[in-house]
C-alpha cells in the first residue's frame, strides 16, 4: 500500500469523531496527519438548566512516517508523546480523560529489539486522584507493505483502527 491511500484510510476511518489536518507542525517536528477528538457528555435534571453532572474525553492522534525505526527515532516520538501529555491536557473538574495515539508508519519491519521496546513503553497519569480525569499514551507502528502493526499495551485497544490491511 502507498503511504498517502494508507493517510486516506486512516482519515476516513476517523473522519465521524475527528477533526484531521495534514501537515501538522508540533515541537518544531513535521506531522503529515493529526487528528482531534473532543466529545462532552452532560447529564440534566427536570431541564437542562439543572445540570446533573458534565464529562469531557478528548484524543489527539500524531501520524508520522520514517523510512526505518531506530532506536533514537522511536525515543524521540515517545518524548513528543510526553510533552503533548503536558500540553495538550487540561485536567478540570469535567475533564475524564484525555487519550495522546502515536503512529508511527514504515516501510519496513523494524528491529526485533526495537520492536520489544515499543511494547514495553507505557505512560499512565492521573489528575487529582482521578477526580480530574487521566491521561495515557497509546504507541503503534505499522508496516504499511506488509500490514504488520506493533504496539503497546494501550495500542492494542485501537490496533485495527491503523492496520492498513483489516477493514473496520
Known amino acids: ?4 491511500n494508507y493517510l486516506q484510510l486512516i482519515e476516513s476511518r476517523l473522519e465521524q469523531y ?8 508540533y515541537q518544531q517536528n513535521k506531522f503529515d496527519l493529526y487528528a482531534q477528538s473532543k466529545i462532552r457528555s452532560e447529564r440534566y435534571f427536570a431541564s437542562k438548566k439543572i445540570k446533573v453532572y458534565a464529562m469531557e474525553n478528548h484524543e ?17 516520538y515517545w518524548n513528543l508523546l510526553l510533552k503533548a501529555t503536558e500540553e495538550k ?19 519496513m519491519d ?3 529489539n526495537i ?22 499514551i497509546r504507541l503503534l507502528a505499522v508496516n504499511i507493505a506488509t500490514g504488520s502493526v506493533y ?18
Do not use: C
Open 89 to 107: 491536557v487540561d485536567p478540570h473538574d469535567e475533564h475524564m480523560s484525555t487519550v495522546i495515539t502515536g503512529v508511527i508508519v514504515t516501510e
Open 1 to 4: 500500500m502507498e503511504y498517502q
Open 60 to 76: 489527539h492522534v500524531f501520524v508520522k512516517k520514517t523510512a526505518t525505526l531506530t532506536e533514537s527515532e522511536l525515543n524521540h
Open 115 to 136: 520492536i520489544e521496546q515499543l511494547e514495553k513503553k507505557k505512560y499512565n497519569k492521573s489528575f487529582a486522584f482521578g477526580f480530574k480525569g487521566w491521561v495515557y
Open 18 to 25: 475527528f477533526d484531521t489536518e495534514r501537515e501538522y507542525e
Open 151 to 168: 504496539f503497546n499495551k494501550r495500542g492494542k485497544e485501537v490496533y485495527e483502527v491503523y492496520s492498513p490491511t483489516l477493514s473496520t
Open 110 to 112: 523494524p528491529d526485533r
